[in-house]
Protein backbone atom coordinates (compact mmCIF):
# COMPACT_ATOMS: atom_id res chain seq x y z
CA UNK A 1 0.00 0.00 0.00
CA UNK A 2 1.44 3.42 -0.78
CA UNK A 3 2.28 5.43 1.76
CA UNK A 4 1.01 9.30 2.70
CA UNK A 5 2.22 12.38 3.81
CA UNK A 6 -0.13 14.60 6.06
CA UNK A 7 0.75 18.27 8.21
CA UNK A 8 1.31 17.19 11.92
CA UNK A 9 -1.47 19.71 13.20
CA UNK A 10 -3.70 22.76 11.60
CA UNK A 11 -5.91 25.21 13.03
CA UNK A 12 -9.07 26.06 11.80
CA UNK A 13 -12.15 28.77 12.74
CA UNK A 14 -15.37 27.42 13.91
CA UNK A 15 -18.01 27.71 10.90
CA UNK A 16 -15.59 27.74 8.69
CA UNK A 17 -14.01 25.04 6.00
CA UNK A 18 -11.57 23.06 7.02
CA UNK A 19 -8.89 21.97 4.49
CA UNK A 20 -7.05 18.56 5.14
CA UNK A 21 -4.51 18.03 2.38
CA UNK A 22 -2.63 14.30 2.24
CA UNK A 23 -0.32 13.75 -0.09
CA UNK A 24 0.24 9.63 -2.01
CA UNK A 25 2.71 10.27 -4.63
CA UNK A 26 3.57 6.30 -4.90
CA UNK A 27 -0.23 5.87 -5.03
CA UNK A 28 -1.13 2.64 -7.96
CA UNK A 29 -4.05 2.59 -9.76
CA UNK A 30 -6.06 0.43 -7.98
CA UNK A 31 -5.64 1.93 -4.91
CA UNK A 32 -8.28 4.52 -2.88
CA UNK A 33 -7.70 6.96 -0.74
CA UNK A 34 -9.73 6.72 2.47
CA UNK A 35 -10.32 9.29 5.50
CA UNK A 36 -10.88 8.06 8.89
CA UNK A 37 -10.28 10.34 11.97
CA UNK A 38 -10.50 9.72 15.81
CA UNK A 39 -12.01 12.24 18.64
CA UNK A 40 -10.53 12.30 21.67
CA UNK A 41 -10.66 8.85 23.55
CA UNK A 42 -13.02 7.69 21.18
CA UNK A 43 -12.29 4.29 18.42
CA UNK A 44 -11.56 5.89 14.70
CA UNK A 45 -14.72 6.88 12.91
CA UNK A 46 -14.54 6.43 8.73
CA UNK A 47 -15.64 9.45 7.27
CA UNK A 48 -15.12 9.19 3.36
CA UNK A 49 -13.27 6.89 0.18
CA UNK A 50 -12.62 7.71 -3.25
CA UNK A 51 -10.96 6.78 -6.26
CA UNK A 52 -10.33 9.20 -8.87
CA UNK A 53 -13.73 11.45 -8.54
CA UNK A 54 -14.34 13.95 -6.23
CA UNK A 55 -16.77 12.45 -3.56
CA UNK A 56 -18.84 13.83 -0.90
CA UNK A 57 -21.35 12.56 1.70
CA UNK A 58 -23.02 14.13 4.93
CA UNK A 59 -19.69 14.34 6.62
CA UNK A 60 -16.92 15.80 4.03
CA UNK A 61 -16.35 16.09 0.73
CA UNK A 62 -13.14 14.40 -0.78
CA UNK A 63 -11.27 15.96 -3.59
CA UNK A 64 -8.48 14.25 -5.53
CA UNK A 65 -6.14 15.71 -7.83
CA UNK A 66 -6.19 14.42 -11.64
CA UNK A 67 -3.11 12.52 -11.21
CA UNK A 68 -4.01 11.33 -8.08
CA UNK A 69 -1.31 12.15 -6.17
CA UNK A 70 -2.43 13.93 -3.38
CA UNK A 71 -6.22 14.55 -2.21
CA UNK A 72 -8.28 17.26 0.14
CA UNK A 73 -10.59 16.39 2.73
CA UNK A 74 -13.05 19.15 3.31
CA UNK A 75 -15.35 19.67 6.25
CA UNK A 76 -17.35 22.70 5.42
CA UNK A 77 -18.46 24.01 8.19
CA UNK A 78 -16.41 23.00 10.84
CA UNK A 79 -17.62 22.69 14.38
CA UNK A 80 -15.78 22.34 17.66
CA UNK A 81 -17.12 18.66 17.45
CA UNK A 82 -14.58 18.27 14.59
CA UNK A 83 -11.36 18.75 16.82
CA UNK A 84 -10.07 15.15 15.97
CA UNK A 85 -6.93 13.35 14.41
CA UNK A 86 -7.48 12.88 10.77
CA UNK A 87 -5.84 9.92 8.86
CA UNK A 88 -5.35 9.47 4.94
CA UNK A 89 -4.75 6.17 4.35
CA UNK A 90 -3.97 4.81 0.89
CA UNK A 91 -4.86 0.92 -0.29
CA UNK A 92 -6.16 -1.21 -2.73
CA UNK A 93 -10.08 -1.34 -3.01
CA UNK A 94 -11.07 -4.98 -1.63
CA UNK A 95 -6.96 -5.36 -0.71
CA UNK A 96 -5.63 -8.36 1.05
CA UNK A 97 -7.19 -8.82 4.49
CA UNK A 98 -8.96 -5.31 4.54
CA UNK A 99 -6.01 -3.79 5.85
CA UNK A 100 -5.76 -0.46 7.53
CA UNK A 101 -2.69 1.03 8.00
CA UNK A 102 -3.03 4.46 10.32
CA UNK A 103 -0.13 6.40 9.92
CA UNK A 104 0.37 9.96 12.66
CA UNK A 105 -2.48 12.15 10.69
CA UNK A 106 -3.22 15.47 11.07
CA UNK A 107 -4.50 17.00 14.73
CA UNK A 108 -7.52 19.02 13.42
CA UNK A 109 -8.44 21.89 15.80
CA UNK A 110 -11.12 23.49 15.45
CA UNK A 111 -10.89 27.32 17.35
CA UNK A 112 -14.27 29.53 18.42
CA UNK B 1 -27.70 -0.91 15.87
CA UNK B 2 -25.81 -0.78 19.51
CA UNK B 3 -22.37 -0.58 17.19
CA UNK B 4 -19.08 -2.65 18.40
CA UNK B 5 -19.33 -3.53 22.10
CA UNK B 6 -16.46 -4.06 24.29
CA UNK B 7 -16.21 -4.97 27.35
CA UNK B 8 -14.21 -3.59 30.15
CA UNK B 9 -14.26 -0.26 28.87
CA UNK B 10 -11.36 0.04 31.55
CA UNK B 11 -8.64 -2.77 33.09
CA UNK B 12 -6.27 -1.73 35.81
CA UNK B 13 -4.23 -4.94 36.61
CA UNK B 14 -1.10 -5.94 37.77
CA UNK B 15 1.80 -7.43 36.04
CA UNK B 16 1.93 -11.01 35.73
CA UNK B 17 -2.02 -11.61 35.93
CA UNK B 18 -4.20 -12.92 32.74
CA UNK B 19 -6.11 -10.16 31.10
CA UNK B 20 -9.07 -10.94 28.51
CA UNK B 21 -10.91 -8.49 26.62
CA UNK B 22 -14.20 -9.16 24.81
CA UNK B 23 -15.56 -7.59 21.63
CA UNK B 24 -19.12 -7.85 20.12
CA UNK B 25 -19.11 -7.12 16.65
CA UNK B 26 -22.31 -5.30 14.68
CA UNK B 27 -24.29 -8.00 14.31
CA UNK B 28 -23.91 -9.39 10.22
CA UNK B 29 -20.25 -8.44 9.68
CA UNK B 30 -18.01 -10.98 8.78
CA UNK B 31 -14.48 -8.94 9.55
CA UNK B 32 -13.12 -8.93 13.18
CA UNK B 33 -10.05 -6.99 13.75
CA UNK B 34 -7.96 -5.58 17.03
CA UNK B 35 -5.75 -2.73 17.41
CA UNK B 36 -4.09 -1.80 19.50
CA UNK B 37 -3.12 2.14 19.76
CA UNK B 38 -0.12 4.04 22.63
CA UNK B 39 1.40 7.09 22.40
CA UNK B 40 4.80 5.78 20.93
CA UNK B 41 3.45 3.83 18.44
CA UNK B 42 0.04 4.59 17.25
CA UNK B 43 -2.77 2.27 16.23
CA UNK B 44 -1.28 -0.72 15.30
CA UNK B 45 -3.36 -4.04 13.83
CA UNK B 46 -2.93 -6.77 16.14
CA UNK B 47 -4.80 -9.59 14.28
CA UNK B 48 -8.10 -10.13 11.81
CA UNK B 49 -10.85 -12.76 11.54
CA UNK B 50 -12.99 -13.53 8.67
CA UNK B 51 -15.72 -15.38 9.38
CA UNK B 52 -14.67 -16.73 12.47
CA UNK B 53 -11.53 -17.81 10.80
CA UNK B 54 -7.78 -15.90 12.15
CA UNK B 55 -6.43 -14.80 8.67
CA UNK B 56 -3.33 -12.22 9.66
CA UNK B 57 -2.04 -12.42 13.05
CA UNK B 58 1.16 -11.05 11.91
CA UNK B 59 0.83 -7.93 14.07
CA UNK B 60 0.73 -9.86 17.49
CA UNK B 61 3.55 -8.63 19.73
CA UNK B 62 4.16 -12.06 21.12
CA UNK B 63 3.10 -15.19 22.33
CA UNK B 64 1.69 -13.80 25.54
CA UNK B 65 -1.10 -12.10 23.36
CA UNK B 66 -3.99 -14.66 21.53
CA UNK B 67 -7.32 -13.71 20.67
CA UNK B 68 -10.31 -16.14 19.90
CA UNK B 69 -13.76 -15.70 17.73
CA UNK B 70 -15.85 -18.96 18.68
CA UNK B 71 -18.43 -17.77 16.92
CA UNK B 72 -19.89 -14.60 14.74
CA UNK B 73 -20.92 -12.42 17.38
CA UNK B 74 -17.78 -12.54 20.31
CA UNK B 75 -14.34 -12.15 20.30
CA UNK B 76 -11.75 -12.09 22.88
CA UNK B 77 -8.24 -11.04 23.52
CA UNK B 78 -6.03 -12.38 26.42
CA UNK B 79 -3.00 -11.45 27.49
CA UNK B 80 -1.27 -13.86 29.62
CA UNK B 81 1.28 -13.09 31.42
CA UNK B 82 0.87 -9.42 31.23
CA UNK B 83 3.35 -6.76 31.42
CA UNK B 84 3.54 -3.37 31.88
CA UNK B 85 4.60 -2.31 28.71
CA UNK B 86 0.85 -3.78 27.27
CA UNK B 87 -0.60 -0.90 28.78
CA UNK B 88 -2.57 0.90 25.84
CA UNK B 89 -5.90 1.03 24.38
CA UNK B 90 -7.50 -1.61 22.55
CA UNK B 91 -9.81 -1.37 19.86
CA UNK B 92 -12.07 -3.86 18.20
CA UNK B 93 -13.70 -2.79 14.78
CA UNK B 94 -15.83 -4.86 12.49
CA UNK B 95 -16.50 -4.59 8.78
CA UNK B 96 -19.65 -5.82 6.94
CA UNK B 97 -19.55 -8.40 3.71
CA UNK B 98 -20.15 -7.21 0.15
CA UNK B 99 -18.97 -3.72 -0.95
CA UNK B 100 -19.68 -2.12 1.77
CA UNK B 101 -16.74 -4.40 4.21
CA UNK B 102 -13.90 -1.27 3.18
CA UNK B 103 -15.83 0.46 6.03
CA UNK B 104 -14.05 -0.52 9.56
CA UNK B 105 -16.25 0.56 12.35
CA UNK B 106 -14.24 0.72 15.69
CA UNK B 107 -16.12 0.44 19.21
CA UNK B 108 -14.58 2.76 22.21
CA UNK B 109 -12.04 0.60 23.08
CA UNK B 110 -10.53 -0.91 26.38
CA UNK B 111 -7.95 1.15 28.10
CA UNK B 112 -5.49 -1.33 29.86
CA UNK B 113 -3.31 -0.36 32.52
CA UNK B 114 -0.65 -2.64 33.25
CA UNK B 115 1.04 -2.09 37.22
Known amino acids: DAKTTQPPSMDCAEGRAANLPCNHS???????VYWYRQIHSQGPQYIIH???NNETNEMASLIITEDRKSSTLILPHATLRDTAVYYC?????????????FGAGTILRVKS | DAGVIQSPRHEVTEMGQEVTLRCKPI?????LFWYRQTMMRGLELLIY????????DSGMPEDRFSAKMPNASFSTLKIQPSEPRDSAVYFC?????????????FGPGTRLLVL
Open chain 2, 93 to 105: ASSPPGLARETQY
Open chain 1, 26 to 32: TISGNEY
Open chain 1, 50 to 52: GLK
Open chain 1, 89 to 101: IVRAYGGYGNKLV
Open chain 2, 27 to 31: SGHDY
Open chain 2, 49 to 56: FNNNVPID
